[in-house]
């Protein structure tokens, strides 16, 4: 398997340290508030990596660290502490903040079917770890003490910038940022590990250390919390493509000046989801939710089908045409898989070279949108169904995209209705419990829009609501519940 690695520059063959086993990291949210879909962008492509990883055959330890003190809204130190900024928001304490917005991430994220890491940490479990190393770093004349807090030395290294040939005055953080410099700092991009001087007098989160009550910076969370449950070697490490610079850079920083060698072998950053008008990003406040392509009728696993249908160290572009797009692509995808009939034998030829397809396009960087291809290849392949129904369900172990399940209940859904099918409207109980009753009725609804009979159209679903059905239109159909 070919993977792009940050560090080189280059596609390179991915070889781990110990033989089937993959240590990978991951930097997880900062827990102020919801994540966009943009953030979920790079989740998604990680957990590509990762089903991909395992479905070669790999044995995969994912750590996934939770943000939960120390990232100021300048990843450069400066400004408001975020989490701070989120509890006052909201009235509440950081710690209730933290709790409701990695639960409402973990929520987005099995929506998306993106796997559970096998270990998450909140940074505020590891206080121990990031004395440990800073007080290492100290002893070793990596870090200094000034105005109160600990900083690293980024002029003890002999190549700082790892990631980029950019030179020192592009990359001046307080600069580029354009907020106040720190003047305890003796270098533009030396980074705080470890506050006490902190400007932010309501920090709730402070624990002693041998520099006074405080609180560690945010990069040193990741280099702690890795090394925690991944020990000194990690084959991939991840991110999206802003936390290159200064974040990745400062955790190579501290994680090999503490170690005394190199620590990551592979980096892999996955680009921005931007929108026409710039880049999506959480503390402006704007962005899209998964929250919000569900009101709006959207199955989640559209948006997952969006990002995979782009390569993931391209930029890519939202916008609502490219994802009912997307949506479009999804149903009919359903609808053919769907009427695919499960009988036969299996064909193994057929089902291995329909495999190599798919792993032909994964083991190259991961291109997804050409192992895409190779479900589409699959549907028209010359064999039986079994086989083909037993291709898709093999490559959704790491396209997951829930193709199986939909398409089932779609099957159903057509049972029980089988108007339901005609012109690709879809008819989907939430809860998977098919009704023919409501069924027809939502079918008859949907008659009546066609026929401009909107009074007819809303009779129906009144009659629906009063009988405590919850309907919802989506691109291609009507999803309906039953109220609580
Ligand atoms: P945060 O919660 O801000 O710490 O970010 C969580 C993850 O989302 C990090 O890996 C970021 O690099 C990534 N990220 C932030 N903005 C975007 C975006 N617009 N598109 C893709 N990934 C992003
Ligand atoms: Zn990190």
């Known amino acids: ?66 943000t939960d003190v120390g990232h100021l809204t300048s990843d450069a130190d400066e400004g408001e502490d975020k989490m701070l900024k989120g509890a006052k928001r909201e009235h509440k304490s950081v710690l209730e903040i933290a709790k409701f917005y990695t639960d409402a991430f973990f ?21 121990d770890e990031y004395i440990k190393i800073i007080t290492k770093l100290i002893d070793t004349g990596y870090a200094y003490l000034a105005g109160g807090n600990v900083y ?12 980029n040939d950019f030179n020192a005055e592009d990359l001046a953080v307080g600069v580029r940022e354009g907020v106040g410099e720190d003047t305890n700092k003796r ?94 990003s959480k503390s402006s406040g704007e962005f899209l939710t998964v929250s919000l392509l569900e009101e709006k009728g959207y199955d989640p696993l559209v948006y997952r089908l ?43 030829a057929a089902l291995s070279a329909m495999r190599a397809k798919f792993t032909e396009a994964l083991d190259n960087d991961l291109n997804t949108s050409l192992a895409l291809t190779a479900v589409y290849d699959a549907l028209k392949f010359n064999t039986n169904d079994a086989t083909k129904l037993a291709a898709i369900a093999d490559f959704d172990r790491v396209l997951g995209l829930g193709l199986a399940e939909k398409a089932e209940a779609k099957r159903k859904a057509d049972a029980a209705a089988p108007a339901a099918s005609a012109g690709e409207f879809f008819v989907i109980s939430e ?26 159209a809303d009779r129906i679903r009144d009659e629906l609501t009063a009988a405590g059905i919850e309907i919802t239109d989506i691109p291609n159909g009507v999803k309906w519940k039953r109220g609580q």
């Not at 929520?107 to 206080?127: F, G, M």
């Open 1 to 66: 398997m070919k993977l792009y690695n940050s560090l080189t520059r280059k596609k390179e063959d991915f070889v781990p340290i110990e033989e089937g086993k993959v240590k990978m990291y991951t930097c997880g949210p900062t827990v102020y508030h919801f994540a966009h879909i943009g953030n979920l962008r790079s989740y998604i492509m990680e957990d590509i990596l990762e089903k991909y990883l395992r479905y070669t055959g790999y044995d995969v330890k994912r750590v996934m660290n939770i």
């Open 107 to 127: 929520s987005d994220c099995k929506k998306l079917n993106i796997k559970y890491p096998d270990v998450v940490e909140p940074a505020t479990h590891c206080i």
């Open 152 to 163: 690293f030395d980024t002029s003890k290294l002999e190549k700082y910038y790892v990631f």
């Open 187 to 280: 270098n533009k991009n030396d980074f705080v590990l470890w506050f006490t001087k902190s400007k932010f007098e309501e920090q709730a989160l402070k624990w002693d250390s041998p520099w006074g009550v405080g609180y560690p910076g945010w990069h040193i969370e990741c280099s702690g919390i890795s090394m925690k449950h991944l020990g000194e070697y990690l084959d991939i490490h991840c991110g999206g493509i802003d936390n290159a610079f200064p974040h990745h850079t400062n955790e190579i920083a501290q994680s090999e000046s503490y170690l005394g060698h190199k620590w990551c072998n592979y980096w892999m950053h996955v680009l921005h989801l931007n929108t026409a008008t710039g880049k999506m």
């Open 306 to 348: 969006f990002c995979l249908q782009s390569h993931y160290r391209k930029a890519l572009v939202f916008s609502w045409e490219n994802l009912d797009n997307a949506a479009t692509a999804y149903s009919k995808l359903i609808a053919r898989i769907a009427a695919l009939k499960p009988e036969g034998e299996t064909d193994e």
């Open 431 to 456: 809860s998977g419990e098919p009704d023919a009753e409501i069924e027809a009725k939502l079918i008859a609804r949907r008659d009546a829009k066609k026929a401009k009979n909107f009074a007819e």
